[in-house]
């Protein structure tokens, strides 16, 4: 089994890897390998942002959240559809625009510090430092992902399948940038969705009796307030799941690919091929959550997050399955590389080049680039060490700092013109910092704590953007 899953991923990363070495050849300066020189077709941008939101958490954390709640975890899908949906409306083409406008900014720190240029020096830094410390956490959750994935396929140790799963991502990204990732998204959100789907019909298929028996031997199962564990969801719970949706308009690696765009013309289409397909992978991988309890029953812990890879094994031939699983690397690859890359910009046009050596030459740049993404990789590595992480706690913490820290301050600035630096300082610090505290208040006294802590930075952080300016 296991030679037939290694040709199918060996073919896999041959594509990916012809892909990086076509992107190196059109990588000419900083902006090529940072935003593609803003020339991303439709079909390019909708899934580059898709496939670079979802990462492995899509395929490990969502269905076996699902496997332990049932349709519970669907209040965490809704939550996510909506905040896609949003975030496509309402940020995307003004922030298209603003970018496009202010001297070409590349970055979202660049654009911060050219909208309140009175601020410059303290927006880039502390813009940064968010980026760089949450996108350490999120890159950690993908190479936890890619762990498990080896582990199981090429029956590797914990710790040595980390660490291939880091060197693809590594490599991929140092060579190919951009460009790159963002072509071959459009390859591997397709491939994530097939992979989604696939499993999701054939498990429904395969399940002894359907649905229907199934919520008779698991009633919690079909229980939309059921939170696992034979536990009842509360309002705090409830809010919590739902307010995932309000991650989205704080992640720089998803709205990257709004600045990237060719035509602001073209993204009402992009939007529906986002929206569409986001509708049909979050359904499918509660399907396969769901379905997962009734054909391979006895999960517990982190090894729910495996259900996907255990169900791909049980129903189609091995080099099927490998197909098949190949779409968890390519779920893990896009978001990992799209976030290396991003921190990767933080340390050079907005630390380097904005601070530090203004007139460096985009060769030197460049390639600065490139090691700051070794340099991130191995911290990130080092975090996904430990055996017992789970890709979905990973992936909360660093989501909820990006969402609260950035987003208030995108949707204001962009809507509201007598927003002041000194605000955009005040909320994205006070985003920052309420996440920090109030996930490590999460584990003591418990009530309004059990909150997501996404939520409160939020709204914490709008409120304070909302004052400092008036």
Sequence with gaps: ??????????????????????????????????????????????????????????????????????????????????GTWVNWRVVAGPLRRRTEALDDALTLPAYFSRRFPDFRRALNLVAAAMILGFFTFYTSSGLVAAGRLFEIVFELPYHWAVAAGA????????????????????????????????????????????????????????????????????????LSLVGWGLGYFGQPHIIIRFMAIRDEAALPQARRIAV?????????????????????????????????????????????????????????????????????????????????????????TLWLGRFAVLAIAGVAWVLALNPESRVLDLVAYAWAGFGAAFGPAIILSLYWERMTGRAALAGILTGGITVVVWEMLSGGPGGIFDLYELVPGFLFSWIAIYLVTK
């Design 276 to 364: 569409s397909w986001t509708a049909l992978c979050l359904g499918s991988a509660l399907v396969i959550g769901i379905v997962g309890v009734g054909l391979v029953p006895g999960l517990e812990g982190a090894a729910t997050e495996t259900v996907f890879m255990r169900m791909a094994e049980l129903m189609f031939h091995p080099l099927v399955t490998g197909v098949l699983l190949a779409a968890i690397l390519a779920a893990i690859m896009s978001t990992a590389e799209a976030q290396l890359l991003v921190a990767s910009s933080a340390l050079t046009e907005d630390v380097y080049r904005g601070m530090i050596s203004r007139a460096a030459d985009d060769r030197k």
């Design 167 to 238: 060197l693809s991502i590594v490599l991929y990204t140092f060579f190919g940038g951009f460009l790159a990732i963002s072509w071959a998204d459009l390859f591997q959100g397709l491939l994530m969705l097939l992979a989604l789907v696939v499993i999701a019909v054939a498990g429904s298929m395969a399940l002894d009796g359907g649905f229907a028996a199934l919520g008779a031997q698991h009633p919690d199962l079909l229980d939309p307030f059921n939170a696992g564990g034979g536990a009842t969801m509360g309002l705090i719970a409830l």
């Design 1 to 82: 089994m296991t030679s037939s899953i290694a040709i199918s991923f060996g073919g896999y990363l041959i594509v990916l890897f012809g892909i990086a070495v076509y992107a190196w050849s059109r990588t000419a300066n900083l902006s090529d390998y940072l935003l593609g020189g803003r020339r991303l077709g439709t079909w390019v941008t909708a899934l580059a942002a898709s496939a670079s939101d979802m990462s492995g958490w899509l395929m490990l954390g969502l269905p076996g959240f699902a496997y332990a709640a049932g349709l519970g975890a669907g209040w965490m899908a809704l939550g996510l559809l909506v």
